[in-house]
């Protein structure tokens, strides 16, 4: 089984809104991760979880949070966000961070903020 | 830092036909790792077919093979006789060891009945 999970599919949200998204795999996969993806772009990578820690970090504006449960689940806290953040999130999962493991993908949740 | 291009934006063939889409990078390093993957509209990316730079051989899945030219930093994929449900954007990516994915801009696939 190579699946991924996602919720919601889809999110509408204000500027002053507090929402999550969350990520599930039953894999066993000790890497997670979080890209942004803008329309007819490649995914952009936001941070790399490894076993639970936090590993990577690109850059991201303190109004996304990650967070990282437990093994099997991802959350990305979002807080005050602009409407450039407008985007589909996607969630990734892998055995380990070395480059040779494959990711895989789940489908994604298509954010709005108006 | 290593780069991925992919050089055709958008492309199109006639079901049943074969395709090729181009992909080449940049890199410095002697192990790494190549990736395909296809994104229908609106649906989840999944994985098409990778390639161990170590490896002389081409990988293949079913209806779709790469050619892999090492010397020349290339990595395309062939898609044999395309169906409809081929439309897609694929996308061609690298990774270094312990090293982050790294996508090209993609390809934007269409088949025509």
Known sequence: ?114 | AQTVTQSQPEMSVQEAETVTLSCTYDTSESDYYLFWYKQPPSRQMILVIRQEAYKQQNATENRFSVNFQKAAKSFSLKISDSQLGDAAMYFCAYSGKGQKLVFGQGTRLTINP
């Open chain 1, 1 to 114: 089984d190579t699946e991924v999970t996602q919720t919601p599919k889809h999110l509408v949200m204000g500027m002053t809104n507090k929402k999550s998204l969350k990520c599930e795999q039953h894999m066993g996969h000790r890497a997670m991760y979080w890209y942004k993806q803008k329309a007819k772009k490649p995914p952009e990578l936001m941070f790399v979880y490894s076993y639970e820690k936090l590993s990577i970090n690109e850059s991201v504006p303190s109004r996304f949070s990650p967070e990282c449960p437990n093994s099997s689940l991802l959350n990305l806290h979002l807080h005050a966000l602009q409407p450039e953040d407008s985007a589909l999130y996607l969630c990734a999962s892998s055995q380990g961070v070395a480059g040779e493991e494959t990711q895989y993908f789940g489908p994604g949740t298509r954010l709005l903020v108006l």
